[in-house]
């Protein structure tokens, strides 16, 4: 389930410049492909289009063999698990942030899923920024644990596909260690596109595109590309 296909995608948000210049890749259902490549490559633009936030000017973008044409945006919503480079959380409770996207999950699964993602001690806290009425401030949370909010939110919702943008980059390599395992277990089963700066954040990917200047430049398994040079 989740099965994505990119068949020579041409796009461009300014006519001008074109960011897609006919891009082709598959990632079959539970597979893991990464996108890699420098800034301003296309990587996030690949995710947005999977989104449908925009309209590709030519070729074809399917999910299981349908046109992302021809679904809600609402349900690719509800089919596409993203933990973004950045999150932001609402003005509510970590539990709050948690079961967004899944407002009908019990209390004992948002716990587990906490857990997992090792936000639990701090579920009932709010995050920083916050104020009640009669001054209560917010917990601030290190950007390593709000993304560890993004991945709780993410283990609950359970969608068949996910995307991991650049999802280990705001954190330092211990953390970053911690949660590569528990990515690594949320992607398991899953049709998971990995967006990358480095080769060596995608070791384990079943296939590694590299992106430049709106083309594959390469692509392969990490050791396959590491031999090649
Ligand atoms: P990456 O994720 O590889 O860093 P992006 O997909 O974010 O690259 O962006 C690719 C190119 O498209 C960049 O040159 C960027 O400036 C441009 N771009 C991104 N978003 C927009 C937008 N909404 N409107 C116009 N240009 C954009
Ligand atoms: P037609 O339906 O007239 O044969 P196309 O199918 O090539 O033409 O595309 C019609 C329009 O839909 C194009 O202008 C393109 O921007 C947009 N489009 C095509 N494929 C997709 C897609 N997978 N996702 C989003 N927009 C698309």
Redesign the pocket.
């Known amino acids: 389930q989740g099965a994505i296909r990119f068949d020579d995608v041409h796009f461009a948000y300014d006519p001008e410049r074109a960011i897609l210049k006919g891009i082709s890749f598959e990632v079959p259902p539970g597979k893991t492909v990464a996108i890699v490549g420098p800034s301003g490559a296309g990587k996030s633009t690949i995710s947005r289009?999977l989104f449908?936030f925009y309209?590709?000017?030519?070729?074809?973008?399917t999910i299981d063999g349908q046109?992302?044409?021809d679904v809600t945006q609402k349900s690719l919503r509800a089919a596409i698990g993203m933990v973004p480079q950045d999150t932001v959380l609402f003005n509510d409770t970590i539990a709050y942030n948690v079961r967004y996207g899944r407002v009908d999950a019990s209390e004992e699964e948002i716990r587990k899923a906490a857990e997992l993602a090792q936000i639990g001690p701090f579920i009932e806290s709010l995050p920083d920024g916050y104020r009640t009425m009669v001054g209560e401030r917010g917990l601030k949370l290190s950007g390593g644990e709000k993304q560890r909010v993004a991945i709780a939110r993410t283990i609950l919702k359970a969608p068949p596909i996910l995307i991991l943008d650049e999802a280990t980059s705001a954190l330092d390599t211990h953390t970053e260690q911690e949660i590569q395992a528990a990515l690594d277990m949320v992607s398991r089963g899953r049709t998971t596109l990995v967006i990358a700066h480095r080769l060596s954040t995608v070791i384990s990917a079943d296939e590694i595109i590299v992106l430049k200047d709106g083309r594959i430049a390469e692509r392969g398994t990490h050791r396959a590309l590491l031999d090649s040079g």
């Open positions: 289009l449908r309209d590709i000017q030519s070729g074809s973008i046109d992302v044409r």
